[in-house]
């Protein structure tokens, strides 16, 4: 390939040294940013792209369930949800190829990933995480047959995210050597559980344990739910949650329990034991970290909801680029009509999508190998445990939400067909919707890593000697005198002199990206630590962080948003072939400056920025977009989907053929002579 410079003159800025013939390698990116388990994701593929496992539109709520029901079937006699458990049990104990092949499921049905999820991501993963030996031999083998069905009983009708307040009890009578289970009001009612409406046989039931008067916080219990009839035991009632906004292949119900009675062995007991005369035991002895470590064995549904997530963007795009790239409308100067994606406009709703969703490819890539070794026990530390559940609670949120924006965006841009249930988006749209809340809400999941940041910051501060203090706060004050005097966007005004080009070159490196992104990040956590600490000497805490949480927030975002431009980043060092590279360069650079031009009133309110050199980055940014135009089909053919899994009539080349025909045809009658003189001529 030869590869020429071009120098072209936009907007006043001089752009040069491009590869105009730059083209990706789309069979080896593919491959590589599918990462470690590829040859994973390429079998579930394959399966996702049978019709037995794929969605029917228009399936009634019943029809639906008992399809997705029949699907979990097949997955169990295909090997599908053996392998992160442990060999013993037919598995492979590999716990990041397991959530590989799961996240691929999206893509088949949404409600068919979630209701798998269900059985063997939370209640099977809740007997082997949660229990001993003797727990694993009695249900795990019934769990992972298929042979009970089970429900992940923690989240209530009063409390969702949350369950350390959960009301449902657990009280042992030494007497009978018996938990006594029991949801005292209304609001304590087991809600919108997968399996509980029709199909689940016993639940992993989360309740207050409570013996000898002292209750010891939030546990998990075995507890059978129906006979093999499918009738409740008695003690045991419940109801259909009824339709929903999306996935309604799962049988989402409510569960209650009038003091139902189970054996002192029901009680999952890795982290916490009650011996036979009510003595309660655990090996970690605070509470509050006890009912972390709990929580913490099964971030496994945050982690793959994010990689989910991230994949149905995938085939949002996918279908929204190849519609673009060949629906026609409006003519050009030339008097054909142009495609959809020629429109500036119609680039800068579509392709820093593209970005962002490589940008979360790859972070979901960094998070996945965190969790495989974790689990896998490589790397299992009280730090490495809160590392993850930290980029965990970070990234779901944003992939989530992109996703129902990129999904959205996608079928605006597809217009009326993109509203037909046959191009998959409107439905994808809809089942992704509860994705935001499902395994913690976005917003309370940011505020947790908001916390994680101010820990971190206030050790750093708890930790410096006299002379490392001083130098922090000298720095924190310069910086702030300096931005809030204007003297940085002056002296960026003096270095740019007035050239938007040259206001350009210092903001589209990758060091001046990085220092971008990490000072937002930095500069919002510490401007609420420092509120929180002066609120601490005046004893209003608590008013100041209610009154903090939108700052968290975004704090938050920014720091995950860092993240991932720091995964694309790294994924870069990766690329060997030169125009691959070159191109995914470029994307790297839109997603970091997007983001920025996105924040641009912090940058310039707080002194980040001239006014200069924030128009720059606009001007830099539509650059780009016009720059990765002709690459846009590649990027998303990259993402490696069929027609199988795609689905979408308006993706398989049919626009292509009705273009083709409505040309061929208007040719043949321009030349035949008797096309009719428009009235203006």
Do not use: C
Request: net charge negative.
């Amino acid at each position: 390939m030869t590869i020429t410079v071009e120098k072209i003159e936009i907007a006043g800025i001089e752009k040069s040294g491009s590869f105009v013939d730059s083209s990706i390698d789309t069979a080896w990116l593919g491959r590589y940013i599918m990462g470690r388990w590829a040859d994973v994701r390429l079998e579930s593929r394959a399966l996702s792209g049978r019709p037995e496992m794929q969605d029917v539109p228009g399936l009634s709520k019943v029809d639906h369930r008992e399809r997705v029901m029949g699907q979990l079937k097949l997955l169990v006699e295909h090997g599908q949800v053996h392998r992160a458990f442990p060999p013993a049990f037919g598995g492979l104990s590999d716990h990041g190829g397991h959530l590989a092949a799961f996240e691929e499921l999206v893509v088949a049905d949404p409600s068919m990933q979630i209701k798998s999820g269900v059985q063997w991501g939370l209640f099977a993963s809740a007997i082997q995480h949660l229990g001993t030996v003797e727990h694993h031999a009695a249900w795990l083998p019934d769990a992972l047959s298929l042979a009970t069905p089970g429900v992940y009983a923690m989240t209530e009708t009063g409390h969702g995210s949350d369950v350390a307040s959960i009301g449902t009890t657990a009280t042992y009578d030494a007497v009978t050597q018996e938990f006594v289970i029991n949801t005292p009001f209304r609001g304590a009612w087991k809600d919108y559980l997968g399996n509980a409406a029709v199909h689940g046989k016993a639940a992993v039931v989360f309740a207050q344990l409570i013996t000898a008067g002292i209750s010891h916080g939030v546990h998990a219990f075995y507890v059978p739910l129906r006979d093999e009839a499918g009738e409740f035991f008695a003690g045991i009632g419940g109801e259909d949650d009824g339709l929903k906004g999306g996935l309604n292949g799962i049988d989402n119900g409510r569960l209650h329990f009038d003091h139902v009675r189970i054996p002192r062995t029901n009680l999952l007991n890795r982290y916490g034991n009650v011996a036979e005369d009510g003595t309660y035991t655990s090996d970690i002895k605070s509470p509050g970290r006890r009912f972390f470590t709990m929580l913490g064995t099964l971030v496994q549904g945050r982690v793959s909801l994010d990689g989910a997530s991230v994949n149905a963007s995938k085939v949002a795009l996918q279908i929204a680029v190849t519609y673009g790239n060949q629906r026609r409308q409006f003519s050009g100067p030339s008097g054909e009509e142009k495609v959809l994606l020629d429109y500036q406009r119609h680039q800068r709703r579509l392709i820093p999508l593209i970005a962002t969703t490589y940008a979360q490819t790859f972070a979901h890539e960094v998070l996945l190998e965190k969790f495989d070794a974790v689990f896998s026990g490589v790397d299992d530390t009280d730090a490495s445990r809160q590392d993850l559940e930290t980029l965990a609670a970070a990234l779901k949120p944003l992939s989530t939400w992109h996703a129902l924006h990129t999904l959205q965006e996608s079928r605006e841009a597809t217009g009326g067909q993109g509203f037909l249930a046959e191009n998959r988006l409107t439905g994808l749209r809809a089942d992704l919707d509860v994705y935001v809340t499902f395994e913690g809400d976005n917003t309370v999941l940011l505020q947790l890593v908001a916390k994680r940041l101010l820990t971190d910051l206030s050790k750093k501060f708890s930790s410096a000697d006299a002379s490392t203090m001083a130098r922090l706060v000298i720095d924190q004050v310069a910086g702030n005198a300096v931005s809030a005097s204007g003297l940085r966007r002056l002296g960026q005004r003096v270095h740019d002199r007035g050239s938007t080009a040259r206001a350009v070159t210092q903001v589209r490196d990758a060091d001046s990206q990085r220092e971008l992104l990490t000072d937002r990040v930095e500069s919002l956590v510490a401007s609420i630590g420092a509120e929180l600490r002066a609120a601490k000497k005046n004893g209003t805490t608590e008013e100041t962080f209610n009154a903090q949480q939108s700052n968290l927030i975004e704090a938050a975002t920014a720091h995950g948003q860092l993240l991932q431009w720091e995964a694309f980043t790294d994924g870069l060092a990766g690329i060997t072939d030169a125009p691959t590279l070159h191109v995914m360069t470029w994307l790297r650079d839109l997603f970091g400056l997007h983001l920025i031009e996105e924040n641009l009133a912090w940058y310039l309110i707080n002194g980040r920025l001239s006014r200069q050199r924030a128009s720059a980055i606009t001007a830099y940014v539509d650059r780009l977009i016009e720059r990765l135009r002709p690459h846009a089909q590649d990027l998303v053919d990259t993402f490696g989907y069929g027609p199988e899994h795609l689905r979408a009539d308006i993706a398989t080349g049919v626009e292509q053929d009705r273009q083709d025909e409505a040309r061929a045809y208007t040719e043949a009658l321009a030349a035949s002579g008797n096309a009719p003189v428009p009235e203006k001529h």
